[in-house]
């Protein structure tokens, strides 16, 4: 059977990469109800099915129309509306960071603008009154009709075209972040982003600005207070919490824009008096709720990427396998970045999040050791690096010896600040830290208020001890396109000359997928992988009730499940114990 997968091990392979659009279009037919528009009474011509071009917005219908763009040399199929009009593409993957938020993957496709007659583009094409062909050119109709472009979905298709005509591809999926162009020379840059976008935007804050102030001057004692300007209020739930000034106070009920049943001095703040035209800003609790619920919440309410990216239930399997109790009670009362709040919630809990473009998808794992049956592909140099390719760099200052990760804000309002916080979970590898091993201290302080509890900090700041206790090595490597199936976020065995053990002999080191990337279309990829220490080895689970004793337990059992050995480290039938590090 013919696939992505069959060709790219192929000798002989063509590699093609198609960029696709997926631009806004309505449904409707110009004239035809629920469209009312008219030639003569709504416009001097039909719209262009567009919503710049719309002439009755009240019943545009949005739908979507995809463009198809390839290199001007591909090999194409016949019958298919693609435009062989790219002259290059720039991909900088997403780069994951193990200690926060990824940095974002982005895409820039340059393409030559040319003439088109508008047949498939334009659904009135032949009602015209000009001939397309010598008016204007593709992309800069293109850009004139489809002001609104930004945010839509970008795929970059990488494959192969069989013998056919037919291609396989795997798709890597972008957001609009712009279109430049066409400039004197008739070029056009189209660039996009990663989902991780959304957070980054500057109207990304949770909570939102609130736009209420308050009517008149509030008293210390006042159970009510007024919202302004007029019918502001239907902005804020029934019953909520707000901040006024340093002091947070809660309401129980609504009218209008009437805030009522108000509880005074609440989180531990003062209650005080306020001005007239002071901002009543709303608040966002969470409260018995984990991770991955709270992160759901931070991206689609504040920042807007669509549900489908997410997968919620992925998410939480992961976090019930890993984060146990991690359930934080935190109150947010000043709009803050997304992103921010993001990075902060992902570096208190030890994981990872970044943009999966092939699976399109917001990945969250925890860097551990993987779970039993889950082993990591090994690869080695002899048969599967590039020949030349490797490089091997030491990041000493990646090297951590104490995490000191300060926790339980002193107040709901407090600057997050070392002085603002009421505890403090200290780790240190002091056998690191002395003069036969590095002899220097390398700290690093963590400042978190989503962290619910001493054993949590404890146990983040243990992970994160043992993942760079030792200094860590960052590898670049290129494979050829049959060997490339590893993907951003995966563990991987690597063998190598460049990396030895005490007696020579090359090091079995496991690493983290960082970054990966095409280096030749179609032929060569790139990665970049980092040592991770705490990873090596497998996780093993605790044993349920009806699990026998290790005499009995299969070698399934035996390598999913912990035992308890014996004071000298041996199992009953004198094989050597499992030990926990």
């Known amino acids: 059977m013919t696939n992505f997968d069959t060709l790219r091990v192929r000798v002989g392979r063509r590699p093609v990469t198609v960029v696709e659009l997926d631009l806004d279009f309505c449904t409707n037919v110009y004239g035809v109800a629920p469209c009312a528009a008219a030639v003569g009474f709504t416009g001097t011509q039909k719209c262009f099915n567009t919503y710049p071009t719309c002439q009755d917005t009240a019943h545009y219908a949005k739908g979507l129309k995809t463009y198809r763009f390839a290199s001007e040399s591909s090999f194409l199929p016949i019958g298919e509306t693609i435009f062989p009009c790219i002259t290059d593409i720039d991909l900088a993957p997403v780069q994951i960071d193990t200690k926060g938020f990824a940095v974002s993957g982005s895409v820039s496709v340059e393409l030559r603008d040319f003439p088109y007659h508008d047949r ?107 919202l302004v300007p007029a019918g502001v209020g239907s902005g804020y739930p029934a019953s909520g919490t707000v901040r006024v000034n340093d002091e947070i106070i809660t309401y129980d009920t609504k009218s209008g824009d009437i805030l009522m049943g108000l509880g005074r001095a609440a989180e531990g703040t003062e209650s005080d008096e306020h001005d007239a035209g002071d901002t009543v800003q709303l608040c966002v609790r969470y409260e018995d709720k984990g991770i991955p619920t709270i992160l759901y919440d931070l991206f689609v309410t504040y920042a807007g990427p669509d549900p489908q990216y997410i997968p919620l239930a992925e998410w939480e399997d992961e976090a019930v396998t890993w984060l146990g109790s991690f359930v934080p009670s935190v109150l ?131 992970r994160l001890l043992r993942r760079y206790r030792e200094t860590p090595r960052q590898i670049t490597v290129d494979l050829d396109a049959k060997d490339a199936t590893l993907r951003t976020g995966q563990l991987v065995d690597i063998s190598s000359r460049l990396v030895q053990a005490e007696d020579g002999a090359p090091r079995l080191i496991r690493c983290l997928v960082t970054e990966c990337s095409p280096s030749k279309q179609g032929s060569h990829y790139s990665y970049t992988l980092l040592q991770v220490a705490d990873t090596e080895g497998v996780a093993r689970l605790i044993a349920p009730d009806a699990t026998p004793d290790w005499p009995f337990a299969t070698t399934e059992q035996r390598n999913t499940y912990m035992f308890i050995s014996n004071d000298a480290g041996l199992m009953s039938d004198g094989s050597a114990g499992p030990s926990i590090t």
């Open 120 to 226: 498939g583009i334009d659904p009135y094409v032949g009602e015209r009154t000009y001939d397309p062909s010598e008016r204007g050119t593709f992309f800069g109709k293109l850009r004139g009709r489809n002001k609104y472009a930004e945010n839509r979905v970008m795929r970059i298709k990488e494959g192969y075209v069989d013998d056919d005509r037919t291609i396989y591809s795997r798709t890597r999926t972008y957001f609009i972040d712009r279109i430049e162009g066409p400039d004197a020379n008739g070029r056009v840059r189209i660039f996009g982003k990663d989902a991780l976008r959304f957070a980054d935007a500057e109207k990304a804050k949770a909570p939102a600005v609130s736009k209420g102030v308050l009517s008149a001057k509030l008293p210390g004692d006042a159970s009510v207070l007024t």
């Open 332 to 462: 947010l009362s000043k709009p803050t970045g997304v992103k921010e709040l993001l990075k902060e919630i992902i570096e208190g809990a030890g994981f990872a999040l970044w943009w999966d473009d092939i699976g399109a998808q917001i990945k969250f794992k925890a860097i551990v050791r993987p779970l039993p049956g889950a082993l990591p592909p090994m690869l080695n140099e002899m048969e599967h690096f590039l020949a030349g390719s490797i490089t091997v760099k030491d990041l000493p200052k990646e090297r951590t010896s104490q995490v000191a990760m300060y926790f339980l804000p002193t107040g709901r309002t407090v600057d997050l600040k070392a002085e603002n916080f009421r505890a403090v979970s200290l780790q240190v590898d002091a056998t690191g830290e002395g003069e036969d091993a590095y002899g220097t201290s390398n700290a690093r302080t963590i400042l978190n208020r989503w962290v619910p509890s001493l054993q949590i900090a404890d146990e983040v700041g243990l």
